[in-house]
């Protein structure tokens, strides 16, 4: 969650009836104060003292793609952040094990994408069926024919920082379609298949803190606009 916070500036003052330069407390025995002050006649504080000084202080899986729907990872979820809540199961999650190709019967082959999208810690891959001569799994023609990939995966967070997108455009080899990633750097971290926002985008800092007492004889104000601090 963003802060604001403001400048403060720091303004001494002399006590009640003393010269500006007069002690703080009275002196005993030495000449006269003298006042350097707005107000105040000299040494007014000091008895016969001599002058001082004042020193102010310091979910669920449904992404279909491809003709023949999905096939989802039986390994389930990965598991969550160390904060708990609603940390995002799929950072760090690699979905690259599709599931094997095989004959639906002797003029079809079912096949899949060789990478797969992430919710909620779970894998699914995208799959299509072939028209072809299928022997042992296998076309033995060619099983690209026909075959357009253009259903890249969804975007995931490689890491807490990073996020991986795939073009938009994939090339097709033994039936299955592949997609080129590309990893962007996260400057406020990312999640759920996002780079997440700057927190102090739309912050304005409007409301300065109220004007405090620092010591005795030293008061503190805030500037009337402030900056956003994008961590704590």
Same mark, same amino acid.
């Given at each position: 969650m963003?802060?604001?916070s403001?400048p403060?500036r720091?303004?001494?003052t002399?006590?009640?009836?003393?010269?500006g330069?007069?002690?703080?407390?009275?002196?005993?025995g030495?000449?006269?104060?003298?006042?350097t002050?707005? *107000?105040?006649k000299?040494g007014?504080?000091?008895?016969?003292?001599?002058?001082?000084?004042?020193?102010a202080?310091?979910?669920?899986?449904?992404?279909?793609?491809?003709s023949g729907g999905? *096939?989802?990872?039986?390994e389930g979820?990965?598991?969550?952040g160390?904060?708990g809540?609603?940390e995002?199961?799929? %950072?760090?999650? %690699?979905?690259?094990?599709q599931?094997d190709? =095989?004959?639906?019967s002797?003029?079809?082959?079912?096949?899949y994408?060789?990478v797969g999208?992430?919710?909620?810690?779970v894998c699914?891959y995208?799959s299509?069926t072939?028209?072809?001569?299928? %022997?042992n799994d296998?076309?033995t023609?060619?099983p690209?024919?026909g075959? %357009?990939?253009?259903?890249?995966?969804a975007?995931i967070?490689?890491d807490?920082?990073?996020?991986?997108?795939?073009?938009?455009?994939?090339?097709?080899?033994s039936g299955s379609?592949?997609y080129?990633?590309?990893?962007? =750097?996260?400057?406020?971290g990312?999640?759920?298949?996002a780079?997440?926002?700057?927190?102090c985008s739309?912050?304005?800092?409007?409301?300065q803190p109220a004007?405090?007492?620092k010591?005795?004889?030293?008061?503190t104000?805030y500037?009337?606009?402030?900056?956003?601090?994008a961590?704590?």
């Amino acid at each position: 969650m963003a802060a604001c916070s403001t400048p403060d500036r720091q303004f001494t003052t002399a006590p009640a009836g003393g010269g500006g330069n007069g002690g703080s407390e009275p002196a005993k025995g030495g000449s006269s104060g003298e006042s350097t002050g707005t *107000s105040g006649k000299a040494g007014s504080m000091a008895r016969g003292g001599s002058s001082g000084s004042a020193t102010a202080g310091a979910a669920p899986v449904g992404m279909t793609r491809g003709s023949g729907g999905t *096939s989802v990872d039986p390994e389930g979820g990965a598991a969550g952040g160390p904060d708990g809540g609603d940390e995002d199961l799929c %950072v760090g999650k %690699v979905c690259n094990t599709q599931p094997d190709q =095989s004959c639906l019967s002797g003029t079809e082959l079912s096949s899949y994408d060789h990478v797969g999208s992430c919710t909620a810690g779970v894998c699914s891959y995208a799959s299509r069926t072939i028209s072809c001569n299928c %022997v042992n799994d296998a076309c033995t023609t060619d099983p690209c024919v026909g075959v %357009v990939c253009d259903a890249p995966a969804a975007p995931i967070c490689k890491d807490t920082q990073t996020l991986t997108t795939y073009a938009p455009a994939g090339t097709c080899a033994s039936g299955s379609c592949s997609y080129d990633p590309t990893d962007k =750097s996260c400057q406020f971290g990312c999640a759920n298949g996002a780079c997440n926002p700057d927190p102090c985008s739309g912050v304005t800092c409007k409301t300065q803190p109220a004007a405090t007492c620092k010591d005795a004889s030293t008061k503190t104000t805030y500037a009337s606009s402030g900056t956003c601090d994008a961590g704590d």
